[in-house]
């Protein structure tokens, strides 16, 4: 089974902070990775698909880059909305997935 | 538009069994692999089955695997988590969610309590 393993688990920053975050996986994913955001209460949204395309609709502060096993999930600004929980997940060998254990995202 | 609509939560006692449902419309619904993620109370995303289109393909986490069914009729366009054996740890939030593009339902809630 693929592992993923995701850092940090949380992170404190200011309002127009480049936040980032890394996600490795145990094996070769071939860039089937997805970012989801996640907020209280809520189902978890789509962000970014196939490593590094950004879904419809979702602002282009948000970038993910990466391939094999390394990738990373970038906020260029950051803003007050982007507090949440953030989630690295893989869909390389379907119909497994596996998801990362999170990154808590606070503002400092 | 797509939705996908979990039902069949509830408060179960540790042993039991429970059967959700996921009710899909505004896609072709066979032509998606379908999953069951969960999410206990204050913690993270957990992966608990898959589906293939076809259901020729099947997988469980290693937590749910000899407890837990997941099937599909694609004739109703709907999705099933039979839950055997249930246990506390079991209790979370169950989504419904298919890929590519993604869709997640809101999720139905199960308690596992005596």
């Known amino acids: 089974d693929i592992q993923m393993t995701q850092s940090p688990s949380s992170l404190s920053a200011s309002v127009g902070d480049r936040v980032t975050i890394t996600c490795q996986a145990s094996?070769?994913?071939?860039?089937?990775l997805n970012w989801y955001q996640q907020k209280p209460g809520k189902a978890p949204k789509l962000l970014i698909y196939?490593?590094?395309n950004l879904e419809t609709g979702v602002p282009s502060r948000f970038s993910g880059s990466g391939s094999g096993t390394d990738y990373s999930f970038t906020i260029s600004s950051l803003q007050p909305e982007d507090i949440a929980t953030y989630y690295c997940?893989?869909?390389?060998?379907?119909?497994?997935?596996?998801f990362g254990p999170g990154t808590k995202v606070d503002i400092k | 538009e797509v939705q996908l609509v979990e039902s069949g939560g509830g408060l179960v006692q540790p042993g039991r069994s429970l059967r959700l449902s996921c009710a899909a419309s505004?896609?072709?619904?066979?032509?998606?692999?379908m999953h069951w993620v969960r999410q206990a109370p204050g913690k993270g995303l957990e992966w608990v089955s898959g589906?293939?289109?076809?259901?020729?393909?099947?997988a469980y986490a290693d937590s749910v695997k000899g407890r837990f069914t997941i099937s599909r009729d694609n004739a109703k366009n709907s999705l099933y988590l039979q839950m055997n054996s249930l246990r506390a740890e079991d209790t979370a939030l169950y989504y419904c969610?298919?890929?590519?593009?993604?869709?997640w339902g809101q999720g139905t809630m199960v308690t596992v309590s005596s």
């Open positions: 969610a298919k890929l590519s593009p993604v869709s």
């Open positions: 505004g896609f072709t619904f066979d032509d998606y692999a």
């Open positions: 589906i293939s289109w076809n259901s020729g393909r099947i």
């Open positions: 094996q070769d994913i071939s860039n089937y």
């Open positions: 196939d490593a590094s």
């Open positions: 997940q893989q869909y390389d060998n379907l119909p497994r997935l596996t």
